[in-house]
T-cell receptor
Framework: NAGVTQTPKFQVLKTGQSMTLQCAQDMNHNSMYWYRQDPGMGLRLIYYSASEGTTDKGEVPNGYNVSRLNKREFSLRLESAAPSQTSVYFC????????????FGPGTRLTVL | SQKIEQNSEALNIQEGKTATLTCNYTNYSPAYLQWYRQDPGRGPVFLLLIRENEKEKRKERLKVTFDTTLKQSLFHITASQPADSATYLCALDTSGGYNKLIFGAGTRLAVHP
């Protein structure tokens, strides 16, 4: 039982390049989330998926797209990376979209030059 | 907009003492509040959840209080150990119980032998 896994762990991009961050959970959770964490700031919600087949914007969705591929997988895509997207990205999941514990992955450290 | 404040300075305490961390919020009445622990280079790990109608919640050496009048939560670690050294994040629900969380920037705790 690996919990929440994220790939890659580290990535360096040049401005304008695109990439997809992958997230998978093996806990049969219904809800999944993408956050970014910047120094001195709290985790900020980018997008979430309350259940398979649905996605919604969070606090900072601009510049990102998501896909809930199936119940296990939730990917985050940067179509044209910008230096402002340099951050650590965390994926999380919870059993239901309600008052429930969120389980976080180990994070992806992304640098955009 | 919602705002969460946690002590930005690190909290240094001696082993065996009680650590008390503060989380203050404005502009919202959350249905619940959560506390997470984050170690360097890792994702947050859930510790405790307290609901708006609960004054206090305990788990082993951890205690959380929630004062909705003061808009404040206190997080206590009793008999602290060096292994408790980490960053502690508070997160409050902004969606009336639908798990859209806003996180504080966290307080770094250092427990010295």
């Amino acid at each position: 039982n690996a919990g929440v896994t994220q790939t890659p762990k580290f990535q360096v991009l040049k401005t304008g390049q695109s990439m997809t961050l992958q997230c998978a959970q093996d806990m049969n959770h219904n809800s999944m989330y993408w956050y970014r964490q910047d120094p001195g700031m709290g985790l900020r919600l980018i997008y979430y998926s309350a259940s398979e087949g649905t996605t919604d914007k969070g606090e900072v969705p601009n510049g990102y797209n998501v896909s809930r591929l199936n119940k296990r997988e939730f990917s985050l895509r940067l179509e044209s990376a910008a230096p402002s997207q340099t951050s650590v990205y965390f994926c999380a999941s919870s059993e239901v979209f309600s008052t429930d514990t969120q389980y976080f992955g180990p994070g992806t450290r992304l640098t955009v030059l | 907009s919602q705002k969460i404040e946690q002590n930005s300075e690190a909290l240094n305490i001696q082993e065996g003492k009680t650590a008390t961390l503060t989380c203050n919020y404005t502009n919202y009445s959350p249905a619940y509040l959560q506390w997470y622990r984050q170690d360097p280079g890792r994702g947050p790990v859930f510790l405790l959840l307290i609901r708006e109608n609960e004054k206090e919640k305990r788990k082993e050496r951890l205690k959380v209080t929630f004062d909705t009048t003061l808009k404040q939560s206190l997080f206590h670690i009793t008999a602290s150990q060096p292994a408790d050294s980490a960053t502690y994040l508070c997160a409050l629900d902004t969606s009336g119980g639908y798990n859209k969380l806003i996180f504080g920037a966290g307080t770094r705790l250092a427990v010295h032998p």
